[in-house]
C-alpha cells in the first residue's frame, strides 16, 4: 500500500499558518516578479481567479472581492515543507519526497492504513497548522489518484483499488498522473475518456500512443506496481539557476553581478549533494512578449579542464562567458547558469599541475561559506556578487520570512 500526502494550496496554507485571519478568505500567491497566480485559495478559485493568470489581468477582480495577494515567499515555503516532511516520517519506514508539498509513504503491512492516514493527516495539521489530502492505492499513480479524489470530495482521506470502478471513472483522462491534455486527446479517440476506460484499452494500444512510460501508468492504474519508492533522490546530472529580472537590465556590470549570485546558489546545490561540475553554460534573454523592443537570446557553454565545486572558478569562468555572448543595446530579461555533467566528488581526480585546487584555496572557500551559512548571504560573499543588487526579483507583497530569518521571527504580546 502506497500513501500519498499532499499540502492543499501549499503555499496559500504556508500565508495562513501565521495570519490565521485569512482562514475562509481568498487568497492568491504570485510567481517570480509578481507576474502570474500560481497558487490559489479554494475561496479564490470560486470567485473565477484562473491558474497561471497574469496578475495585472485579474487585478481588478481581486480588489472587487478582497482577494488577499502575496509575493513568493521560497525560504518561508520550503522551511515549512520540512516540517511537514518531518512529521511525516513518524508514520512511515520509508518516505519518498516527491516535491515541496508531495510524499509518497510505504504504508505495506499497515492492518489501517485509512484509519492512519486520517490520524497521520490530523498530526500534520496540529503541529504545523498545513492542511494535508492522503491518497491510497496499491501503486503510486493509483495514491495519486486517490488523492485527487480526496481533494475533490473533500474527505481529506481516500483509498483506491485498481479495479474501483465508480472511483476511477470520476478520473477524466487528461487528469490521470502522465497522461496530460496532448496525450488525452490521441487517448479519446480510442476510447479512453476516463481512468477506467483507459484500464480497457488494449497495452499494444498504449504503447503505441505513449510509448512505455504510458504503458507504465496504464500498468499502475491496473494495479501492477512500476514506480519504486526512491527514498534517496537520485543524484541529477545538471543544475541550473535563473531569475527573471525585476527591472530590465542593459549594463554588462550588473549582468556580471546577477550571473554571479547565479554561480553561488548554483555551486551551494551542487556542494549540498557532494557533486562536481564537469561544464558550465551561461546564457542571457530579453523579453519575448516586448514585441516593442529589439529581441536577442544566447547562450555559451566550456566544458572545464577538472571537475570542480570551487565557486572563485565558476563565476571567473561564468563572466567570460558572458561578456562572449553580451551585446549592447539590449533590455535583458533573464540570465542564468547551468551546471554541466555533475560527477561525484569521491570519483574526482586532480590534474599533474593543479592551479586550482591547493589546500589554502579550499580551507578559504570552506570558510567563505561557512560564514555564509551561519549568518546569513550578506555575512559572507563574494565581491563578484555586488551589493546594490537593483535587479533582483520583484517580491514587493512579501510576508515576513517567519521561520528562517532572526530580524523577521514573529513577535507576540
Given at each position: ?23 475562509n478568505?481568498?487568497v492568491i500567491v ?36 478582497g482577494?488577499?495577494?502575496?509575493s ?19 508514520f ?11 510524499s ?16 497521520m ?46 472511483a ?6 487528461e487528469?490521470v ?13 480510442v476510447?479512453a ?39 534517496v ?41 557532494g ?6 553554460q551561461?546564457f ?30 565558476v ?6 562567458l558572458?561578456?562572449?555572448i553580451y ?10 547558469i ?9 570519483s ?30 550578506m555575512?559572507g ?32 504580546g
Amino acid at each position: 500500500m502506497i500513501a500519498l500526502a499532499d499540502c492543499n494550496n501549499f503555499y496559500v496554507s504556508c500565508e495562513r499558518v501565521f495570519r490565521p485571519h485569512l482562514q475562509n478568505r481568498p487568497v492568491i500567491v504570485l510567481s517570480n516578479n509578481d507576474g502570474c497566480a500560481v497558487a490559489r485559495s479554494n475561496e479564490a478559485k470560486e470567485i473565477g481567479v484562473p491558474m497561471g493568470a497574469p496578475f495585472h489581468q485579474i487585478k481588478s477582480l481581486c480588489q472587487q472581492n478582497g482577494v488577499q495577494v502575496f509575493s513568493s515567499n521560497y525560504e518561508l515555503y520550503g522551511d515549512m515543507s520540512g516540517r511537514v516532511v518531518s512529521v511525516l516520517r513518524r508514520f512511515a519506514p520509508e518516505l519518498e519526497v516527491y516535491s515541496i508539498d508531495e510524499s509518497f509513504l510505504d504504508f505495506s503491512g499497515i492492518s489501517d492504513p485509512l484509519g492512519l492516514s486520517v490520524r497521520m493527516r490530523r498530526t500534520v495539521g496540529q503541529w504545523t497548522g498545513i492542511p494535508i489530502s492522503v491518497g491510497l492505492g496499491s501503486t503510486k499513480t493509483l495514491a495519486k489518484l486517490a488523492n485527487r479524489l480526496a481533494k475533490k470530495m473533500g474527505s481529506g482521506c481516500m483509498q483506491v483499488d485498481h479495479g474501483d470502478l465508480e472511483a476511477l471513472g470520476r478520473v477524466a483522462i487528461e487528469d490521470v498522473w502522465g497522461v496530460g491534455k496532448r496525450l488525452a486527446v490521441r487517448l479519446r479517440r480510442v476510447g479512453a475518456h476516463d481512468a477506467w476506460s483507459l484500464t480497457q484499452v488494449p497495452a499494444s494500444v498504449v504503447r503505441s500512443i505513449g510509448g512505455v512510460t504510458l504503458e507504465r501508468t496504464w500498468q499502475e492504474l491496473r494495479g501492477t506496481p512500476c514506480l519504486d519508492l526512491e527514498e534517496v533522490p537520485s543524484a541529477r546530472k545538471n543544475t541550473c539557476c535563473s531569475r527573471s529580472f525585476g527591472k530590465p537590465v542593459t549594463g554588462l556590470v550588473e549582468l556580471e553581478e546577477a550571473v554571479a549570485n547565479y554561480a553561488v546558489r548554483a555551486i551551494r546545490k551542487v556542494r549540498a549533494e557532494g557533486s562536481l561540475a564537469c561544464g558550465i553554460q551561461v546564457f542571457v534573454m530579453t523579453n519575448r512578449f516586448r514585441e516593442d523592443q529589439a529581441q536577442y537570446s544566447n547562450a555559451r557553454a566550456l566544458s572545464l579542464d577538472e571537475p570542480t565545486d570551487d565557486p572563485i572558478r565558476v563565476i571567473r569562468r561564468a563572466k567570460e562567458l558572458l561578456r562572449a555572448i553580451y551585446r549592447p543595446g539590449y533590455s535583458y530579461k533573464k540570465a542564468g547558469i547551468i551546471l554541466l555533467d555533475l560527477v561525484s566528488s569521491n570519483s574526482q581526480q586532480g590534474l599533474l599541475f593543479e592551479e586550482f585546487g591547493d589546500d589554502r584555496t579550499r580551507g578559504f572557500v570552506d570558510a567563505v561559506e561557512e560564514v555564509a551559512a551561519r549568518y546569513g548571504t550578506m555575512g559572507g560573499f563574494w565581491g563578484a556578487q555586488g551589493m546594490d543588487h537593483s535587479w533582483r526579483m520583484r517580491r514587493e507583497m512579501r510576508t515576513p520570512r517567519y521561520t528562517t530569518n532572526w530580524s523577521e521571527i514573529p513577535e507576540f504580546g
